[in-house]
């Protein structure tokens, strides 16, 4: 007779234990949301190894207790950048809202494949009705669909795969594109992921046409309608033209009406990148911004940027959700269902994963526990901030203001006594770099028209005028410092 095994338990915690940990961890949390005024964006002059001294520990043989557990995440959070500081305007990095936080733990507690509806019925139509809402908001029509991905790169592989195989009949996924002659069509500000894209499907990365821009850094729409032209002639047709909505650079929104105007001339997929802007379309005051938009094949969007979800939360949108099942979609004998139950989409034919996180919880909830309202004012205030910064930064001597556009603002430290391009590139580049090692404001940069500038993007709900003003205090600060010290070592 066959003996049955003996039960192990030793990961099945009990709710009595699992009720203490999260206890704890919410501790954590709680001081976390605290801290953001009164502690630095991150620890003065961190360095690796200090990090790796802290954090990385051997995986023991026996459990850890749970004090030293919690002591280890406490000395995580204290080696970490404070992504939620209000001073923290680096890049553009959400802050992530409170009520994405706490709808990822049960999202994490119920672990559901959202790759097949049978493994997660709930989570599949929640994820569904956010981004057919997401589409509306853009004026998508009712066939629109889309995807929770894990960001703006992955979201716009899935569209040019989708416009890729819209452009060679759906032939490139049997046999390749070798016998293709297909080109992508982007600003000189695109993102670089258009290019990763095009090496991930064999288009390769010379199969970008990087379009000048104009004046305002948007893509130049005659000088787009000339490179597709030449292409013609040459034998060579559109996978895509990929418009920007809100550059990472500068926050420009190409002339996205000329640029679909042109794309149907030459029966070219028009993709729009919208991962920072595109939430700007629900402040009644910027929406116009984006006119062109509905027109669109697919949209990119990330609100794990300017709808400060947590992260990953980025997403693809799709003008008919039926091209994302004929672009991804396979065969699995494993996966049998009766043809007439009464059962719903299997997003995992949709896309390139089959396992998938129920990442549309942490959106959803935060949508719905603060409105659309909110977000549009929230968004129309950050873009004010940022005319305050700029005329701050245009009535300081020490100040030059490069561009603006959305929530970025583009500046640079310009001593009164100086006017060397080259010095001045140099002093911002270490300026940067002080103040990022000191840890009180953390900008990032751009490079514009070839010249280095400091850099701040607000997609951070908890900045106010304050914060700003403290960035200008510690640049002048700093930029006073270094520009004594290299002074100080010119010849006379």
Same mark, same amino acid.
């Given at each position: 007779?066959?003996?049955?095994?003996?039960?192990?338990?030793?990961?099945?915690?009990?709710?009595?234990?699992?009720?203490?940990?999260?206890?704890?961890?919410?501790?954590?949390?709680?001081?976390?949301?605290?801290?953001?005024?009164?502690?630095?964006?991150?620890?003065?002059?961190?360095?690796?190894?200090?990090?790796?001294?802290?954090?990385?520990?051997?995986?023991?043989?026996?459990?850890?207790?749970?004090?030293?557990?919690?002591?280890?995440?406490?000395?995580?959070?204290?080696?970490?950048?404070?992504?939620?500081?209000?001073?923290?305007?680096?890049?553009?990095?959400?802050?992530?809202?409170?009520?994405?936080?706490?709808?990822?733990?049960?999202?994490?507690?119920?672990?559901?494949?959202?790759?097949?509806?049978?493994?997660?019925?709930?989570?599949?139509?929640?994820?569904?009705?956010?981004?057919?809402?997401?589409?509306?908001?853009?004026?998508?029509?009712?066939?629109?669909?889309?995807?929770?991905?894990?960001?703006?790169?992955?979201?716009?592989?899935?569209?040019?795969?989708?416009?890729?195989?819209?452009?060679?009949?759906?032939?490139?996924?049997?046999?390749?594109?070798?016998?293709?002659?297909?080109?992508?069509?982007?600003?000189?500000? #695109?993102?670089?992921?258009? *290019?990763? $894209? &095009?090496?991930?499907?064999? /288009?390769?990365? =010379? +199969?970008? !046409?990087? @379009?000048?821009?104009? #004046?305002?850094?948007?893509? *130049?729409? $005659? &000088?787009?309608?000339?490179? /597709?032209?030449? =292409? +013609?002639? !040459?034998? @060579?047709?559109?996978? #895509?033209?990929?418009?920007?909505?809100?550059?990472?650079?500068?926050?420009?929104?190409?002339?996205? +009406?000329?640029?679909?105007?042109?794309?149907?001339?030459?029966?070219?997929?028009?993709?729009?990148?919208?991962?920072?802007?595109?939430?700007?379309?629900?402040?009644?005051?910027?929406?116009?911004?984006?006119?062109?938009?509905?027109?669109?094949?697919?949209?990119?969007?990330?609100?794990?940027?300017?709808?400060?979800?947590?992260?990953?939360?980025?997403?693809?949108?799709?003008?008919?959700?039926?091209?994302?099942?004929?672009?991804?979609?396979?065969?699995?004998?494993?996966?049998?269902?009766?043809?007439?139950?009464?059962?719903?989409?299997?997003?995992?034919?949709?896309?390139?994963?089959?396992?998938?996180?129920?990442?549309?919880?942490?959106?959803?909830?935060?949508?719905?526990?603060?409105?659309?309202?909110?977000?549009?004012?929230?968004?129309?205030?950050?873009?004010?901030?940022?005319?305050?910064?700029?005329?701050?930064?245009?009535?300081?001597?020490?100040?030059?203001?490069?561009?603006?556009?959305?929530?970025?603002?583009?500046?640079?430290?310009?001593?009164?006594?100086?006017?060397?391009?080259?010095?001045?590139?140099?002093?911002?580049?270490?300026?940067?770099?002080?103040?990022?090692?000191?840890?009180?404001?953390?900008?990032?940069?751009?490079?514009?028209?070839?010249?280095?500038?400091?850099?701040?993007?607000?997609?951070?709900?908890?900045?106010?005028?304050?914060?700003?003003?403290?960035?200008?205090?510690?640049?002048?600060?700093?930029?006073?410092?270094?520009?004594?010290?290299?002074?100080?070592?010119?010849?006379?």
């Amino acid at each position: 007779m066959a003996e049955r095994p003996t039960p192990v338990l030793d990961l099945d915690w009990d709710p009595e234990r699992a009720r203490a940990f999260a206890d704890d961890i919410v501790d954590l949390w709680v001081e976390l949301l605290g801290s953001f005024r009164g502690k630095p964006v991150v620890r003065s002059q961190l360095t690796r190894e200090q990090v790796q001294q802290a954090i990385a520990l051997d995986v023991p043989e026996e459990p850890l207790s749970q004090p030293k557990l919690v002591a280890h995440l406490r000395a995580l959070l204290d080696h970490s950048l404070r992504a939620g500081h209000p001073a923290h305007l680096s890049y553009i990095t959400g802050s992530g809202t409170v009520p994405g936080a706490a709808a990822d733990l049960l999202a994490s507690g119920l672990n559901p494949n959202v790759g097949g509806w049978l493994l997660s019925p709930a989570a599949t139509e929640i994820e569904l009705a956010l981004t057919s809402w997401l589409a509306r908001q853009f004026g998508l029509p009712e066939t629109a669909g889309g995807l929770i991905v894990a960001g703006g790169a992955i979201a716009n592989f899935v569209a040019l795969k989708v416009a890729r195989d819209a452009a060679t009949g759906l032939e490139a996924r049997r046999s390749g594109v070798a016998s293709h002659r297909l080109a992508v069509y982007c600003s000189e500000e #695109a993102h670089v992921t258009i *290019d990763r $894209a &095009a090496d991930m499907l064999g /288009l390769g990365s =010379d +199969a970008v !046409r990087h @379009i000048a821009v104009d #004046a305002e850094l948007r893509l *130049d729409v $005659a &000088a787009l309608e000339e490179v /597709l032209r030449a =292409d +013609a002639a !040459r034998g @060579i047709r559109p996978a #895509a033209v990929v418009a920007t909505a809100g550059t990472t650079g500068t926050g420009a929104i190409d002339p996205l +009406a000329a640029i679909a105007d042109v794309a149907s001339q030459h029966g070219a997929w028009l993709h729009v990148d919208a991962a920072y802007g595109g939430p700007a379309v629900l402040a009644d005051d910027l929406k116009p911004l984006f006119r062109g938009i509905e027109r669109a094949g697919s949209i990119t969007l990330d609100p794990h940027k300017w709808l400060s979800t947590p992260l990953g939360s980025g997403c693809i949108l799709v003008r008919d959700a039926q091209a994302l099942s004929d672009s991804f979609g396979v065969y699995a004998s494993y996966v049998h269902e009766e043809e007439d139950l009464d059962r719903g989409v299997n997003i995992g034919f949709m896309g390139p994963q089959f396992s998938r996180g129920f990442d549309a919880l942490k959106v959803w909830v935060s949508l719905l526990a603060h409105g659309r309202a909110a977000y549009g004012r929230r968004i129309s205030h950050d873009v004010e901030l940022t005319h305050y910064l700029s005329a701050l930064v245009d009535e300081h001597p020490e100040f030059e203001l490069v561009t603006r556009g959305l929530s970025i603002c583009c500046f640079r430290y310009r001593p009164a006594d100086v006017d060397d391009d080259a010095y001045l590139d140099g002093l911002n580049e270490r300026l940067l770099t002080e103040l990022q090692l000191d840890g009180r404001v953390f900008p990032s940069n751009a490079i514009i028209h070839g010249r280095f500038c400091l850099r701040t993007c607000i997609v951070n709900f908890r900045t106010e005028a304050e914060d700003l003003e403290r960035v200008l205090e510690v640049a002048v600060e700093l930029g006073a410092r270094l520009h004594a010290g290299a002074s100080s070592t010119l010849p006379s």
